[in-house]
């Protein structure tokens, strides 16, 4: 049973690498993260920065930049159940489509609210591919393997059904020869030095063996923590790119770290999205936004070249 499984998402990879409406014809995309206004409960203990200014901003030069799809890792709204709070995403996705840029996105936390069943539901709506157990995106030679990471949320069949099509789609995409590199997406973070949000033990356990497997698999991108986060376990690279406009959530001092940051404080951008382009054989990672005092001035700065 497990080898026609396999052979059947085989042939879908084949496809669409050769025919397919998943296929992106560029060689560079967006990814952003965490785009959510502020909560007044959350201002309890966080200060606003103009916070929904800075998603505006953000959401403004991304429809300026030449890519090809922009994905989105979770936590676009405040709250999923509110249509008021999805006419700004909703104004950006349509501006995107537009212009012919593919948008995907993977729902965070807060698309599971007020209540979980109908949040859910709204960000269905908006995007009806992400209600696949593991959604495939292939850019170039460059595959996206996004995932819905929420855990507590899922049921024992979701979460099985999904562990297999993970593990089926990394096995098939290692052995694409069109596949050059693999990027793993979660809203999720597997490790964080953040105060706000705690690493996910089930996605490390769940999701990180396979990606640490494969050869081919070169990335794990992830947001939740409001941060700019750069992690190496076994060999492998982990970026945290929660700048999306959420609130601030600090991290724990040096002295306190769960996990080696490799993010030095002067690389670290308050507002962001990341560029991904590839260059030969070479995978460019580049942080684009402004810091919290200065959103006249735009800062731009590479945070990883990796070797495909």
């Not at 096995?171 to 809203?187: E, Y």
């Not at 705690?198 to 490390?204: A, C, G, I, L, M």
């Not at 030095?264 to 580049?286: A, C, P, T």
Request: hydrophobic letters at 40%; a positive charge.
């Amino acid at each position: 049973m497990k080898s026609k499984i396999f052979k059947k998402i085989s042939c879908i990879v084949a496809f669409a690498l050769l025919f397919g409406n998943d296929v992106l014809p560029q060689q560079r995309i967006a990814v952003i993260a965490d785009t959510q206004s502020p909560i007044r409960i959350e201002m309890l203990w966080s200060d606003a920065e103009r916070n929904v200014e800075a998603t505006d901003t953000l959401f403004s030069r991304l429809l300026k930049e030449h890519v090809s799809a922009i994905f989105m890792l979770g936590d676009l709204v405040a709250v999923g159940n509110c249509d008021e709070d999805w006419v700004p995403v909703d104004y950006f996705t349509a501006a995107l489509r537009r212009k012919g840029i593919g948008v995907y996105a993977i729902p965070g936390n807060h698309e599971y609210s007020f209540p979980a069943g109908a949040g859910n539901a709204t960000f269905y709506k908006r995007f009806p591919r992400a209600r696949e157990p593991v959604q495939l995106k292939i850019n170039d030679s460059v595959a996206m393997v996004l995932l819905d990471a929420n855990y507590g949320k899922l049921s024992r069949k979701q979460k099985d059904v999904q562990a297999e099509r993970y593990q089926h789609c990394m096995d098939s995409l290692q052995n694409a020869p069109a596949v050059r590199a693999i990027i793993v997406c979660t809203h999720q973070s597997p490790y964080t030095n953040s105060t706000g949000v705690k690493p996910s033990k089930e996605v490390q356990e769940r999701l990180i063996p396979a990606y640490i497997a494969k050869s081919k698999a070169v990335l794990f991108l992830s947001g939740h923590s409001h941060n700019m986060e750069w992690f190496r376990q076994q060999g492998k690279d982990f970026l945290v790119v929660g700048g999306g406009g959420g609130l601030k959530q600090p991290l724990l001092n040096p002295q306190k770290q769960r996990y080696n940051d490799l993010m030095s404080d002067d690389q670290r951008i308050r507002f962001f999205y990341i560029v991904i382009e590839r260059k030969g054989n070479v995978l460019s990672v580049k942080a684009k936004g402004m810091q919290a005092d200065d959103f006249a001035k735009k800062t731009e700065k590479e945070i990883l070249k990796i070797e495909i």
